[in-house]
């Protein structure tokens, strides 16, 4: 197995959810990330996923070209040929965090284009797509991701919506860290009552326990996983009391109606982690922490052969020093170990489908 097909992502889901383990969802910019993060899941016997920002997608295209829907594809078709190479795990590619401003640009597009592509036969480039709603009204959050369920059914991917604020920074939008960022048992609810529990298309749902994009000092961030709890039991509850309509067919697993992404993850405790994923976390995203990783080699690499790197003094530095190669492998296989023990974390290593 390679990329995931629409089936094998959604028998990835179903094994995360059914053995209480979650998929880490590591973000990548380039080439070499890809490339780190999928030696990460070989070293780690794990699937996983890979996905790519907003401005990781313009990033991917070229600087000139600066095109999230160029660079997402080309980011895919990359990772489909790659990726070839590692029989042993199933990944699956994911578009992160986009927010309504960009869904004309980007997600609605990319839908369009594998929507056609299921209509001749093909599988599409990516298994999931994520609309970001934390920055608008939930009723308006949801009207939105109806249409985009829909449009996934098409596409034969898979929806990730977003309930409530995740605060910090990333790729330029920011949130404040409040109340803000803690969504309540009437969130799931309104979510349930609008987008079904898997009868009208299968999504995954972030709802917001506190969490905060980027690195801060113990004691900024206060993460209450309790709240996944909380909305999972509050949404079954009203499932078996008739507040929320029973469809045939659903695969509903008792107290935990959700599948639940853990966002702003980077900096969380094990504790936390573990927390989070028994309460039915089948995805959570990686990407402060995998850049700290990458970037944190370089950084060594280029202290420490200083004089080779630069220059100096008219003399000539040593080529195989700033040959890129030789600082890019150390930065691969640095992040390679961050996602390997991310695996590790979440309880995915050693369980690859095979």
């Not at 795990?89 to 594998?114: F, M, N």
Request: charged share 25%.
């Amino acid at each position: 197995m390679t990329i995931a097909t629409p089936a094998q992502y959604a028998e990835m889901l179903d094994r995360a959810r059914q053995q209480g383990f979650a998929y880490p969802a590591i973000n990548v910019t380039s080439t070499q990330t890809l490339n780190a993060a999928l030696q990460g899941f070989a070293d780690a016997e794990s699937d996983g996923i890979i996905q790519v920002s907003v401005g990781g997608s313009a990033y991917f295209s070229g600087q000139r070209v600066n095109d999230r829907v160029t660079g997402s594809l080309a980011m895919a078709a990359f990772a489909h040929e790659v990726a070839r190479k590692y029989p042993n795990i199933t990944v699956a590619l994911h578009t992160d965090h986009c927010a309504k401003q960009y869904l004309d640009s980007w997600v609605r597009p990319l839908l369009d284009i594998e929507a056609e592509e299921v209509r001749r036969g093909h599988e599409p480039m990516f298994q999931s797509h994520m609309w970001d709603g934390s920055t608008v009204p939930l009723a308006e959050n949801l009207d939105i991701a109806e249409e985009l369920l829909d449009k996934s059914q098409a596409a034969h991917t898979i929806l990730e919506i977003e309930i409530g604020a995740v605060g910090g920074e990333e790729d330029g939008h920011s949130a404040e860290i409040n109340e803000k960022l803690y969504s309540s048992v009437s969130d799931g609810i309104a979510v349930a009552r609008k987008l079904g529990l898997g009868e009208h298309g299968r999504y995954i749902a972030a709802f917001t326990f506190g969490n905060v994009h980027g690195a801060y000092k113990p004691g900024v961030v206060k993460l209450r996983p309790d709240l996944l709890k909380d909305i999972q039991h509050g949404v079954w509850d009203a499932l078996q009391n008739g507040e929320l309509a029973k469809s045939n067919g659903m695969n509903v697993i008792p107290d935990k109606p959700f599948e639940l992404v853990f966002h702003g993850g980077s900096g969380s405790t094990p504790e936390e982690i573990a927390e989070a994923v028994s309460y039915g976390v089948v995805k959570m995203n990686i990407d402060t922490d995998t850049q700290y990783a990458f970037t944190r080699a370089v950084a060594n690499h280029m202290f420490k052969h200083y004089d080779s790197v630069l220059k100096i003094d008219g003399e000539v530095g040593d080529k195989k020093e700033y040959d890129p190669r030789s600082w890019g492998r150390e930065a691969e296989d640095s992040m390679a170990k961050r996602v390997v023990e991310a695996c590790e974390q979440l309880g995915s290593a050693g369980k690859a489908m095979h």
